[in-house]
């Protein structure tokens, strides 16, 4: 045989050959799909906040200035108390405007927020009370719609976690499942308690002809039977308000953790 029929033989053969090739890299690559499909999905990885941001920082710092405050009003430095307490006040306006500010929202920011807040009014009062500068009557009254309010979150909680209700799935807030909206009398509640509270503090400071002066124990009295008052009425605002509470469905608590998310990364 010729080196040009040679050639030609080749050429023909390689020809032939070409449809038998790719019918077999199409079967490997079915099989090796297949396979895949089989295999256990690996999770995707989980995206952790940032949670050392300054709002954040002021925050823990407010919780920390919380039994300080306390320790202060037992231990007779009502000067020492007064400032802490007017420095909870202040990086309470401070971080969160910062954190709406800089999109430095956190899952953590929302949850040690109003802990730190709660905590300062908790010590305080009971504190006040302790040194009989705040009658003993309103403190139950405060207390006592704090501590109710606190058992209804609980349930709330509860009812509108998504399966699998674990224990660590109830204490974990990357998982909104509930929104609780102040009403206008829980704020106005908010703002008069706190100026009761630093009355309180401020009252021991003042001059005694000050105070006699200008019936400011009298005063004092009056507001203590207001913010009473206000209490209840903010107590019961949620229980006569549908939409104080609004319990998430699955869509809306995945919307609310991107939201923080998002805004976490942005910061």
Known sequence: ????????????????????????????????????????????????????????????????????????????????????FFYAGVTDAVDGYLARKYHSETVVGTVIDPMADKALMTITVVCLTIESILPLWLSVVILG???????????????SLPPPKTFARYWDFSLPSAEVRPTEISKINTLLQLLLVGNAMLLPVLPEALVVAGNLTGVFEGWCYLVAGTTLWSGLSYVGNRDAVKILSREEGEERKRKLVEGAAKG
């Not at 020809?15 to 038998?20: G, I, L, R, V, Y």
């Not at 704090?146 to 609980?154: E, N, R």
Request: charged share 20%; net charge positive.
């Open 145 to 159: 719609r704090d501590v109710a309010l606190a058992i209804s979150a609980i349930y709330f909680r509860w009812i």
């Open 1 to 84: 045989m010729t080196r040009a029929s040679t050639r030609h033989s080749l050429r023909y053969a390689s020809t032939e050959s070409k449809p038998e090739l790719a019918e077999g890299v199409e079967e490997k690559s079915t099989t090796t799909s297949k396979i895949l499909q089989k295999l256990p999905k690996l999770p995707s990885p989980t995206r952790h906040e940032n949670i050392y941001t300054l709002p954040n920082f002021l925050t823990f710092t407010r919780l920390l200035a919380a039994p300080a405050v306390g320790y202060c009003i037992l231990h007779s430095q009502p000067v020492a108390a007064i400032a802490l």
